[in-house]
């Protein structure tokens, strides 16, 4: 099955700073990667996903990249911000959103 | 948030006890998922409902059985509650129009 990596587990910035999180997957097959962020003590929300015809996508000060050759993706915060203070779950998966495999999460910290 | 609720919220229980968690959409979505999460282990999928009396097994299963008896309600039940089923679970659902999952509120669960 999908076996997804997720690094660092924790990356603490200075606000204005960028933030970088690297995720890899191991199949292949796998075409199409959300990103979620979870505040403290609630549900995890999807802020950017992209697809295996994409190699960026970016909304705002979050960008998405995708090498599928490597497979890896990373996600991309500019100008961070304290509200950007959450845990980070990438996924991954082979059939739209219907089975995804999650990597372990990285908990960001912007230090004001 | 795909009108997913979940009951009980937060839930204190004794080892060997049975608990039942209820998952609740009123989105009409095929596709169910119950998650848990644990520190260092983001999302695991526990088990998954792929429509009504329809469901399967995820990475997590042990100790934990489902029931799907209608469209809006998926149930998970630990038959025999013990300390290494303390953690938070998750809800979600994925149907028609949805790009992703989307998560309930979680519930808390101790197990002493």
């Known amino acids: 099955g999908e076996n997804v990596e997720q690094h660092p587990s924790t990356l603490s910035v200075q606000e204005g700073d960028s933030a970088v999180i690297k995720c890899t997957y191991s199949d292949s097959a796998s075409n199409y990667f959300p990103w979620y962020k979870q505040e403290l003590g609630k549900r995890p929300q999807l802020i950017i996903d992209?697809?295996?015809?994409?190699g960026e996508k970016k909304d705002q000060r979050i960008a998405v990249t995708l090498n599928k050759t490597a497979k890896h993706f990373s996600l991309h915060i500019t100008e961070t911000q304290p509200e950007d203070s959450a845990v980070y779950f990438c996924?991954?998966?082979?059939?739209?959103?219907?089975?995804?495999?999650f990597g372990g999460g990285t908990r960001l910290m912007v230090k004001p | 948030d795909a009108g997913i609720t979940q009951s009980p919220r937060h839930k204190v229980t004794e080892t060997g006890t049975p608990v039942t968690l209820r998952c609740h959409q009123t989105?009409?979505?095929?596709?169910m998922y119950w998650y848990r999460q644990d520190p260092g282990h983001g999302l695991r999928l526990i088990h998954y409902?792929?429509?009504?009396?329809?469901?399967d097994k995820g990475e997590v299963s042990d100790g934990y059985s489902v029931s799907r008896s209608k469209t809006e309600d998926f149930l998970l039940t630990l038959e025999s509650a013990t300390s290494s089923q303390t953690s938070v679970y998750f809800c979600a659902t994925y149907g028609t129009g949805q790009e992703t999952q989307y998560f309930g509120p979680g519930t808390r669960l101790l197990v002493l």
């Open positions: 996924a991954a998966s082979n059939n739209a959103g219907n089975m995804l495999t």
């Open positions: 989105e009409n979505h095929r596709y």
């Open positions: 409902s792929y429509g009504v009396k329809d469901t």
């Open positions: 992209i697809r295996s015809n994409v």
